[in-house]
Antibody, heavy 119, light 108 residues
């Protein structure tokens, strides 16, 4: 099964841009079978889908975040990225990256990284 | 998007109890549903996919059932390590995915 590892700053200032990278191991990000996604979980709350991207760059975003989110893929590094602009304290969460296959199939997640928005 | 509800939102149970959690979808999603277990401070752990297929290494006391709009996760004999929060996720409309709000199982 694949391994996914999130990385990026653990602290971001309000109004700035949160940037995270997900490195994928044991699988090719150019596989036509999968999408690659970001999910977040604020402290003590439930799971929220942020967005998903195909290796070609086609991306789908949660409407509630769409105006602030950009996802991208770097096939040469077998990784994909998340940018969330104009962050506030409400964006403080554990951010997970995931391999999404859909249908009757399993999805695989990284271990998550905590990002705190604070001055 | 597809709305997922879970019931109950929380429950208290004892070791040895049989526990059933229900996930309902706002539209038919075939058997395209995943169940996760999450313990405090940890990433969600995959339990069941395709509504009823047990992920590798998951104890057989966990089972999933259902199709269409109603799904169940059952723990046949609750063990101490099973106290956690459980989430359902629809994979019917991937790359757009949705999660249930979670069911917290704690010790009575």
């Amino acid at each position: 099964q694949p391994q996914l590892q999130e990385s990026g700053p653990g602290l971001v200032k309000p109004s700035e841009t949160l940037s995270l990278v997900c490195n994928v191991y044991g699988d090719s990000i150019t596989s036509r079978s999968y999408y690659w996604g970001w999910i977040r979980q604020p402290p003590g709350k439930g799971l929220e889908w942020i967005g998903s991207i195909f290796y070609s760059g086609s991306a789908y975003y949660n409407p509630s975040l769409k105006s602030r989110v950009t996802m991208s893929v770097d096939t040469s590094k077998n990784q994909f990225s998340l940018q969330l602009r104009s962050v506030t304290a409400a964006d403080t969460a554990v951010y997970y990256c995931a391999r999404l296959r859909g249908g009757k199939n399993e999805d695989y997640w990284g271990q998550g990284t905590l990002v705190t928005v604070s001055s | 998007d597809i709305q997922l509800t879970q019931s109950p939102s929380s429950l208290s149970a004892s070791v040895g109890d049989r526990v059933t959690i229900t996930c309902r979808a706002s539209q038919r999603i075939s058997n395209h549903l995943i169940w996760y277990q999450q313990k405090v401070g940890k990433a969600p752990k995959l339990l069941i996919f395709g509504a009823s297929t047990l992920h590798s290494g998951v104890p057989s006391r966990f089972s999933g059932s259902g199709s269409g709009t109603e799904f169940n996760l059952t723990i046949s004999t609750l063990e101490a390590e099973d106290f956690a929060t459980y989430y359902c996720q629809q994979t019917y409309s991937t790359p757009l995915i949705d999660f249930g709000p979670g069911t917290k199982v704690d010790i009575k």
